[in-house]
């Protein structure tokens, strides 16, 4: 591939090698992304391999000429800019004045006139002499200062001081930004004409980029993988039409931490790593430059079902699967390879499980084996034969409607699998069949003690989205979402009828396990915490429980009263919590009489303390709340 930007690059070159002044700047202009600061060191790099020597400074945020200096102070005398030998800022900056010979007593002055002499120092010749030397000056148009003022200032470095200097800029930005000011234009173009005597546009260079971006990440593994895909990367950047190199370079820094959630094992499957990558980078591209959002993948999947069925696709808006497919012909986005949840996370979040990606991976087409289930076939349809699908759908029928999946999330997934071959007239039954014949098994799942979603964590919109590492078919449809509605009125059913064995199970942990009661009871960030807005306590036998805490050692009553003592402090959850106070109130009769027992010894006096610090606060708490509520509803 040719270089895009070599006439640039020889340029440069020859007005690097200038002996005179040449009383003139270069100005380096492209959109943002597009390379120019990467070209620009890129030349450096050049110069200071032949003993060239140069002064750079982004002046991205920049708010005036000081910080500029500053810069310049540093790169020229590290070790004395250095904490360890700190100079005052008088000293500096008079160093700096003898050393480039510019004003630094910060006038403002477009003219850049010096005003002031260079200190008396005693200074060996290498710390003065900046002959020769080139100074860039990057992100023009993100600098904090006035631009006519900036320009001016630059002015009279090429001017005045005669040194060599590169302006780097996004000149469509610049005038942009300023388009308000009927003067600007003008103003530009003057100072401009004045300081400017060669432009150059840069072009991205991806084949040069690519090359460079390879070689600073870090890991062996990814390194490898992105050489043996350079022309792939090339063809997905390409077909972005974005041409920015700095989403690019994010890009494969990303998918290099990704890699790091990717078990080992899946580098065995051939073509499934290559396979990831097109589909991350898709998606990266796509995401940094605005057109969808990470959640907008959800609804990939469904999307292209819709779009093989919807006949009068030109009349409705387009969606973001049908912006981005349409891009990439050549990748096929209806299988993301790993559940969209993951996607989103990682986009989104920046967070990731490896656990999660592997259940995923184990999901696709590269691990299936004679022993991959049939419903996970099924859910693959669009790749199985007609002897291959026939076969599947009969396994996967039989076993559906003979109730002999146990697992929810499978009952979740052959369910939409079917609302969708209804749909296409590949199932003889009715979506609205599939429905009702869904709820019975739900009904018989519940029945069966397969349906308490406490021993879930997941979020409960998750739920809805996917389960086993891939997502559910039909999840939009009406007749999904009516199922999903009965599943959440059936298991909270479940949950509650299952709440008194719940209790018992507290009661246990009082002696065995105290934190881990702790832990279930507050909040907490654990996931064990699944009964904090819960009232569980109402479902536990308070008798029980008081005889338990009484017979608990001193440091596990200490742990027990202090999940009590931080149970009831956010009236959030006391609006829940409010069915617990009756129980409390016996739970602190209970221990008062227990406490007359041990009357003269120190347990008892161990239990009035626990009642008057932990028990009656909690229940004040609770009284306070509901005394509050009353309050509220009678005004």
């Given at each position: 591939?040719?270089?895009?930007?070599?006439?640039?690059?020889?340029?440069?070159?020859?007005?690097?090698?200038?002996?005179?002044?040449?009383?003139?700047?270069?100005?380096?202009?492209?959109?943002?992304?597009?390379?120019?600061?990467?070209?620009?060191?890129?030349?450096?790099?050049?110069?200071?391999?032949?003993?060239?020597?140069?002064?750079?400074?982004?002046?991205?945020?920049?708010?005036?000429?000081?910080?500029?200096?500053?810069?310049?102070?540093?790169?020229?005398?590290?070790?004395?800019?250095?904490?360890?030998?700190?100079?005052?800022?008088?000293?500096?900056?008079?160093?700096?004045?003898?050393?480039?010979?510019?004003?630094?007593?910060?006038?403002?002055?477009?003219?850049?006139?010096?005003?002031?002499?260079?200190?008396?120092?005693?200074?060996?010749?290498?710390?003065?002499?900046?002959?020769?030397?080139?100074?860039?000056?990057?992100?023009?148009?993100?600098?904090?200062?006035?631009?006519?003022?900036?320009?001016?200032?630059?002015?009279?470095?090429?001017?005045?001081?005669?040194?060599?200097?590169?302006?780097?800029?996004?000149?469509?930005?610049?005038?942009?930004?300023?388009?308000?000011?009927?003067?600007?234009?003008?103003?530009?173009?003057?100072?401009?004409?004045?300081?400017?005597?060669?432009?150059?546009?840069?072009?991205?260079?991806?084949?040069?980029?690519?090359?460079?971006?390879?070689?600073?990440?870090?890991?062996?593994?990814?390194?490898?993988?992105?050489?043996?895909?350079?022309?792939?990367?090339?063809?997905?950047?390409?077909?972005?039409?974005?041409?920015?190199?700095?989403?690019?370079?994010?890009?494969?820094?990303?998918?290099?931490?990704?890699?790091?959630?990717?078990?080992?094992?899946?580098?065995?499957?051939?073509?499934?790593?290559?396979?990831?990558?097109?589909?991350?980078?898709?998606?990266?591209?796509?995401?940094?430059?605005?057109?969808?959002?990470?959640?907008?993948?959800?609804?990939?999947?469904?999307?292209?079902?819709?779009?093989?069925?919807?006949?009068?696709?030109?009349?409705?808006?387009?969606?973001?699967?049908?912006?981005?497919?349409?891009?990439?012909?050549?990748?096929?986005?209806?299988?993301?390879?790993?559940?969209?949840?993951?996607?989103?996370?990682?986009?989104?979040?920046?967070?990731?499980?490896?656990?999660?990606?592997?259940?995923?991976?184990?999901?696709?087409?590269?691990?299936?084996?004679?022993?991959?289930?049939?419903?996970?076939?099924?859910?693959?349809?669009?790749?199985?034969?007609d002897d291959e699908f026939s076969t599947?759908?009969?396994?996967?029928?039989?076993?559906?409607?003979?109730?002999?999946?146990?697992?929810?999330?499978?009952?979740?997934?052959?369910?939409?699998?079917?609302?969708?071959?209804?749909?296409?007239?590949?199932?003889?039954?009715?979506?609205?069949?599939?429905?009702?014949?869904?709820?019975?098994?739900?009904?018989?799942?519940?029945?069966?003690?397969?349906?308490?979603?406490?021993?879930?964590?997941?979020?409960?919109?998750?739920?809805?989205?996917?389960?086993g590492g891939l997502g559910f078919h039909?999840?939009?449809?009406?007749?999904?979402?009516?199922l999903n509605k009965y599943i959440d009125?059936?298991?909270?059913?479940?949950?509650?009828?299952?709440?008194?064995?719940?209790?018992?199970?507290?009661?246990?942990?009082?002696?065995?396990?105290?934190?881990?009661?702790?832990?279930?009871?507050?909040?907490?960030?654990?996931?064990?915490?699944?009964?904090?807005?819960?009232?569980?306590?109402?479902?536990?036998?308070?008798?029980?429980?008081?005889?338990?805490?009484?017979?608990?050692?001193?440091?596990?009553?200490?742990?027990?009263?202090?999940?009590?003592?931080?149970?009831?402090?956010?009236?959030?959850?006391?609006?829940?919590?409010?069915?617990?106070?009756?129980?409390?109130?016996?739970?602190?009769?209970?221990?008062?009489?227990?406490?007359?027992?041990?009357?003269?010894?120190?347990?008892?006096?161990?239990?009035?303390?626990?009642?008057?610090?932990?028990?009656?606060?909690?229940?004040?708490?609770?009284?306070?709340?509901?005394?509050?509520?009353?309050?509220?509803?009678?005004?």
């Open positions: 591939m040719d270089a895009p930007n070599l006439h640039i690059e020889e340029f440069l070159k020859y007005y690097y090698s200038f002996e005179q002044e040449p009383g003139y700047a270069v100005l380096l202009k492209g959109k943002w992304g597009t390379g120019k600061t990467w070209f620009i060191n890129q030349t450096l790099n050049s110069l200071a391999q032949q003993d060239g020597k140069y002064l750079y400074v982004s002046l991205y945020g920049v708010t005036s000429f000081e910080e500029i200096e500053d810069e310049f102070f540093k790169q020229l005398h590290p070790l004395l800019s250095s904490k360890s030998m700190a100079l005052t800022g008088k000293i500096a900056k008079g160093l700096l004045k003898a050393t480039l010979k510019i004003d630094l007593d910060g006038d403002g002055k477009a003219d850049g006139s010096v005003s002031a002499q260079a200190p008396e120092l005693n200074l060996p010749d290498y710390l003065t002499n900046t002959s020769g030397f080139i100074i860039v000056f990057d992100d023009l148009e993100r600098a904090s200062i006035n631009l006519e003022s900036l320009l001016g200032y630059i002015n009279h470095y090429v001017e005045h001081q005669g040194y060599k200097v590169i302006i780097v800029a996004n000149e469509e930005e610049i005038l942009a930004h300023q388009e308000q000011r009927d003067d600007f234009k003008l103003a530009y173009r003057r100072i401009k004409e004045k300081l400017v005597g060669k432009t150059f546009e840069i072009n991205p260079d991806l084949s040069g980029a690519l090359v460079n971006f390879i070689s600073e990440v870090k890991s062996t593994s990814a390194q490898e993988l992105y050489n043996k895909n350079i022309n792939l990367i090339s063809e997905i950047y390409e077909s972005s039409q974005y041409q920015n190199l700095r989403h690019l370079k994010q890009a494969l820094w990303d998918f290099e931490r990704f890699l790091s959630f990717v078990s080992p094992d899946a580098s065995s499957k051939d073509g499934l790593l290559d396979h990831l990558l097109k589909i991350f980078l898709i998606l990266s591209f796509e995401i940094k430059s605005g057109s969808i959002l990470p959640k907008d993948i959800s609804n990939f999947k469904t999307a292209y079902f819709s779009g093989l069925l919807d006949r009068d696709s030109k009349k409705k808006e387009e969606t973001p699967y049908q912006r981005v497919s349409k891009k990439y012909k050549n990748v096929s986005l209806r299988d993301l390879l790993v559940e969209e949840s993951i996607w989103i996370d990682f986009f989104d979040r920046g967070c990731c499980s490896e656990e999660r990606v592997q259940e995923s991976l184990e999901k696709s087409e590269y691990y299936r084996t004679e022993n991959t289930p049939d419903w996970v076939r099924l859910w693959h349809s669009m790749d199985l034969s599947a759908l009969a396994s996967v029928e039989n076993d559906f409607f003979e109730m002999k999946y146990s697992e929810l999330g499978v009952v979740r997934h052959v369910a939409g699998i079917s609302l969708w071959l209804s749909k296409i007239g590949l199932m003889k039954k009715t979506m609205h069949e599939i429905l009702e014949f869904s709820c019975t098994y739900i009904d018989h799942l519940k029945e069966n003690g397969n349906l308490n979603s406490q021993t879930s964590n997941r979020p409960r919109f998750r739920e809805y989205e996917s389960w039909e999840k939009e449809s009406d007749e999904f979402k009516e009125r059936l298991s909270e059913q479940a949950v509650i009828e299952d709440y008194p064995t719940a209790g018992d199970e507290l009661i246990h942990l009082i002696s065995e396990d105290p934190k881990l009661f702790y832990r279930k009871v507050v909040l907490c960030n654990d996931s064990d915490n699944i009964y904090y807005e819960i009232p569980i306590f109402q479902y536990v036998d308070s008798e029980k429980f008081v005889e338990a805490f009484v017979n608990a050692i001193p440091d596990s009553r200490n742990t027990i009263c202090y999940a009590f003592s931080e149970r009831y402090k956010f009236d959030n959850f006391n609006a829940s919590l409010l069915p617990e106070l009756e129980w409390l109130r016996n739970v602190i009769r209970l221990l008062e009489e227990k406490r007359q027992l041990f009357e003269g010894k120190i347990s008892g006096y161990q239990l009035q303390s626990y009642i008057n610090t932990y028990f009656r606060p909690a229940a004040e708490a609770l009284e306070q709340f509901e005394a509050n509520k009353q309050s509220q509803s009678d005004s």
